[in-house]
């Protein structure tokens, strides 16, 4: 079945916010197309379960089975547009629906099976009756922006304590009897790192951030260092003093031990040894 498309489908997207195109570009070009791809396939629905006047999706006259067809149409799409407008994680439709990993049925061809009924179970039972396309499409935008640049900063922590651990250092993410991005040993920290992704705009929140993780920090791990490890747009790393004394200056009694970007996590390892961390034989 050909998808009608949209007239003007990018008109739904002109007023979008993208907070974060400096830091993730990549990622609004996604959201554009995919947001693209969610409308076509709504606005294949027939007459009687989509408003074409008013632009308002009826939900409450789709059956089981127009769902199951309509989310056919691009399962890679839908499924996620469907799971962020109903605002469940995986693991509330596991502990809800006994649906676990509910984002591996983008990859169904959807002709039937159970993680499917429990699948359309549960968007059926959440959706409203009805809902404006714009605001189908803005909940979902936001949704996965959200969902997205998590995993986008998670990836860049995963990343920060793999390159320690190729040199010799047990670093881990721990989250008692506090959140550490990266705790060098996991157990008695000597070493504990709070890791972010951001812009010069958002700055002023991130040293806050970090101000306040200083403070769990020396807390509970009194003996340990505090390093920021803070990743900018590259284009930005030219500013990295102007950064990093913006960062000092939310501290008004004592200073970080260090606080390096991207390019710089060589520092730290000098800053290591100097400090005596011990290495530890790792299986990488």
């Not at 739904?12 to 195109?21: A, E, S, T, V, Y």
């Not at 076509?40 to 074409?52: G, K, T």
């Not at 769902?67 to 502990?95: Q, W, Y």
Request: aromatic share 12%; net charge positive; hydrophobic share 35%.
């Amino acid at each position: 079945m050909t998808i009608e498309k949209s007239k003007d489908n990018s008109f739904l997207l002109k007023d979008h916010p993208r907070p974060n195109i400096n830091e993730l570009p990549g990622l609004y070009a996604e959201l554009d197309s995919l947001s693209k791809q969610v409308e076509a396939v709504i606005r294949s629905l027939p007459n009687s379960q989509f408003d074409r006047d008013e632009n308002i999706i009826l939900f409450e006259k789709i059956t089981k089975t127009e769902f199951r067809r309509l989310i056919a149409k691009n399962p890679s799409t839908m499924v996620i547009a469907f799971t962020r407008v109903c605002g469940l994680s995986d693991r509330e439709f596991s502990r809800l629906f006994r649906l676990k990993n509910a984002y591996n049925l983008r990859e169904s061809n959807w002709i039937g099976g159970n993680k499917e009924d429990l699948f359309l179970k549960a968007i059926m039972g959440l959706l409203p009756k009805r809902m404006h396309l714009e605001t189908f499409l803005y909940t979902f935008y936001k949704m996965w922006e959200e969902h997205q640049k998590r995993h986008y900063r998670g990836s860049y922590e995963k990343d920060v304590r793999s390159f320690f651990r190729a040199h010799g250092y047990n670093c881990e993410k721990i989250t008692q009897p506090t959140e550490v991005n990266g705790a060098i040993p996991p157990y008695k920290p000597q070493v504990v790192m709070q890791i972010r992704t951001g812009v010069m705009k958002d700055l002023v929140k991130r040293a806050k951030e970090f101000s306040q993780e200083y403070e769990l920090s020396i807390e509970h791990f009194p003996n340990a260092k505090f390093i920021v490890v803070f990743k900018i747009p590259p284009h930005e790393l030219e500013r990295r003093e102007e950064i990093r004394q913006k960062i000092y200056e939310q501290r008004v009694d004592k200073t970080y031990d260090a606080i390096i970007f991207q390019d710089e996590l060589g520092e730290a390892l000098k800053k290591f040894v100097e400090w005596e961390i011990p290495r530890n034989i790792l299986i990488q």
